[in-house]
């Protein structure tokens, strides 16, 4: 029934875009993320961690898995890695004892404010690529169409989470950069 919908052609031009496309994207993106943390001896999947544990407060490793596109073992590896530095607390829930969550502590608090009074040490290509659209239109694109092909990839629970964790985000940082941090430990 849906192959109705499209022809071989379609798909193929479709899939082959939207693969020429994200990895060109994710490219820019990782070199200018890399650049961005590497002062703070931390990796991509690190800082990920450390962020989503700060924005969604107190997740599982099940959560920081699925929100950060890795395997549980991946987040669990390298939160654990952050726990010997001393930058999340591992945790279990009494109503919860499956679960392990992770928490951002006071040292990694402060490294997230280090890093975001950091951010324009560097050269971001991404931001700087979509500049001419903020001036053009007053706003940066939007990605509806993208996040609908997300959803339906990845499920409503990613875009749920996807969406609590830039609310809390947006509401936590101010007009400069710079977020205020609030631990549990």
Do not use: C
């Amino acid at each position: 029934m849906t192959e109705d919908l499209y022809s071989q052609r379609e798909a193929m031009l479709f899939s082959q875009r939207v693969a020429q496309l994200s990895k060109a994207l994710w490219k820019a993106i990782e070199k200018d993320w890399q650049t961005w943390i590497k002062p703070f001896d931390l990796n991509i999947n690190e800082h990920h961690i450390l962020w989503i544990s700060y924005h969604l407060k107190g997740a599982s490793i099940s959560d920081v898995a699925k929100f950060g596109v890795m395997h549980v073992s991946t987040a669990f590896n390298f939160s654990k890695k952050l726990e010997e530095r001393g930058l999340l607390t591992f945790s279990k829930r009494d109503e919860d004892k499956r679960n392990t969550y992770v928490e951002l502590t006071d040292k990694g608090a402060e490294l997230i404010l280090r890093m975001y009074d950091h951010y324009h040490d560097t050269e971001h290509t991404i931001l700087t690529g979509a500049l001419p659209l903020k001036e053009l239109y007053g706003r940066f694109p939007e990605f509806l169409d993208v996040m609908a092909v997300i959803r339906n990839i990845y499920g409503d629970d990613f875009i749920e989470i996807f969406e609590r964790s830039f609310f809390n985000f947006k509401e936590t940082i101010d007009d400069k950069g710079k977020p205020s941090i609030t631990t549990t430990s």
